[in-house]
Structure formats: structure tokens, C-alpha cells
């Protein structure tokens, strides 16, 4: 069952109509908006640039040299005061038998 799904194109009479309401309705925010919509589109296409830059500059990590960390101090060597350990003295043996 093809059936064919009728879509309305609006005239150029349904077109003016449109256009003569959303002024009404946006009438006194049009430039506003008209503003907002320019600033959008050029933060857009800004960002679209920046994106083709880093593209074409293969900004990449195996591109990158590496980085080299700024040399690190020792920490000075820990004394450890210690105490002599006398060894354990084995007992006597004593001749059994």
C-alpha cells in the first residue's frame, strides 16, 4: 500500500501572512533578535575557523616535543638515630647424657 503523504508549501500569500504576524508578535524585539541572531552566527563560523586551524596545524601529542619538568630538589637524607642491638646470646649447652 504506497500511499503518498501530502505536505502544504505555503504560498507567497501564507508567507506575507506569517511574516505580518510574527511582526506583530516580535514587532518591537526584531532588532534584538536580528543582533543576537548575527553575534550567533558570527561566534559560530569564529569557531569553525579555530577548529580548521587546529586541524590544519595537526596539533597532535606525538607532534609536541616533550616537556621538561623543571629539576627537582632531593629532600636532604633522613638520620635516623639508632640504637645498637646487642645480638641474643645463645644458651648455654649443656652436656646432657
Known amino acids: 500500500m504506497n500511499q ?5 508549501v505555503p504560498g507567497w500569500t501564507e508567507i ?4 505580518f504576524v510574527g511582526l506583530l508578535i516580535f514587532g518591537r524585539r526584531l532588532p534584538e ?4 541572531l548575527g553575534r550567533s552566527i558570527v561566534e559560530f563560523k ?8 587546529e586541524i590544519d596545524k595537526g596539533t597532535s601529542l606525538d607532534d609536541e616535543p616533550p616537556r621538561r619538568l623543571p629539576p627537582q630538589q632531593s629532600p636532604p ?3 635516623v638515630e639508632s640504637t645498637p642491638v646487642s645480638e641474643p646470646s645463645e644458651p648455654a649447652r649443656g652436656d646432657s647424657g
Open 4 to 8: 503518498l503523504v501530502a505536505m502544504w
Open 33 to 36: 533578535v536580528g543582533r543576537s
Open 46 to 53: 569564529k569557531g569553525v575557523r579555530e577548529a580548521k586551524n
Open 77 to 79: 637524607p633522613r638520620t
Open 16 to 19: 506575507v501572512i506569517i511574516a
